[in-house]
């Protein structure tokens, strides 16, 4: 039972365009989600987050938006640049219980030139 | 650079065989988890320790533990190791146990069992 989805595996935009990554969750206990990105060899890096008490948390070219009815945030990078190109990880923790993160299966972006 | 150390990068082995991969989190970082991507697939939690103690249990086998020593560094052990463990195995830390504070990620150990 996958509690956070990220239904597209793969995106890709033109350098200086908007990208949207989206991703959906199923439980409703989750109260502070996370993007982060991984580059090929490396870790997640994390990159922005925001809590179930907002609906949009900003940081340079990276702003969240988190839709608490319908159980859905996204990802929106402006202006896209080549060096964006990685995978994206959305990731959601419980407000009790378990810290650890829950973490979709990732989305390919790709930045062309 | 997250902070975050884990060696060795890369590890080759043969099924049945024990082996152990190592962390050390980032200066002050108290909590440390310990994640498995197969596949590229999204990150599976399997343990977490904070401050010594084991503070939760995720989708880890009976085959694999783990600890947490008093300088905060971790191990996790793999045993009896079979064909299916072949992975990257990730590290985070974060400073406390709390809600609203992002995990800092190592760059992973490849596990491939042949």
């Known amino acids: 039972d996958q509690q956070v989805k990220q239904n597209s595996p793969s995106l890709s935009v033109q350098e200086g365009r908007i990208s949207i990554l989206n991703c959906d969750y199923t439980?409703?206990?989750?109260?502070?989600f996370l993007w982060y990105k991984k580059y090929p060899a490396e870790g997640p890096t994390f990159l922005i987050s925001?809590?179930?008490?907002?609906d949009k948390n900003e940081d340079g070219r990276f702003t969240v938006f988190l839709n608490k009815s319908a159980k859905h945030l996204s990802l929106h990078i402006v202006p896209s640049q080549p060096g964006d190109s990685a995978v994206y990880f959305c990731a959601a923790r419980g407000k009790t219980g378990r810290r650890a993160l829950t973490f979709g299966s990732g989305t390919r972006l790709q930045v062309q030139p | 650079d997250s902070g975050v150390t884990q060696t060795p990068k890369h590890l080759i082995t043969a099924t049945g065989q024990r082996v152990t991969l190592r962390c050390s989190p980032r200066s002050g970082d108290l909590s440390v988890y310990w994640y498995q991507q197969s596949l590229d697939q999204g990150l599976q939690f399997l343990i977490q320790?904070?401050?010594?103690?084991?503070?939760a249990k995720g989708n880890i086998l009976e085959r694999f533990s783990a600890q947490q020593f008093p300088d905060l560094h971790s191990e996790l052990n793999l045993s009896s190791l079979e064909l299916g463990d072949s992975a990257l195995y990730f590290c985070?830390?974060?400073?406390?146990?709390?809600?609203?504070?992002?995990?800092?990620f190592g760059d992973g150990t490849r596990l491939s069992i042949l």
């Open positions: 985070a830390s974060s400073l406390r146990d709390s809600s609203n504070q992002p995990q800092h």
């Open positions: 439980n409703s206990m989750f109260d502070y």
């Open positions: 925001i809590s179930s008490i907002k």
């Open positions: 320790y904070y401050n010594g103690e084991e503070r």
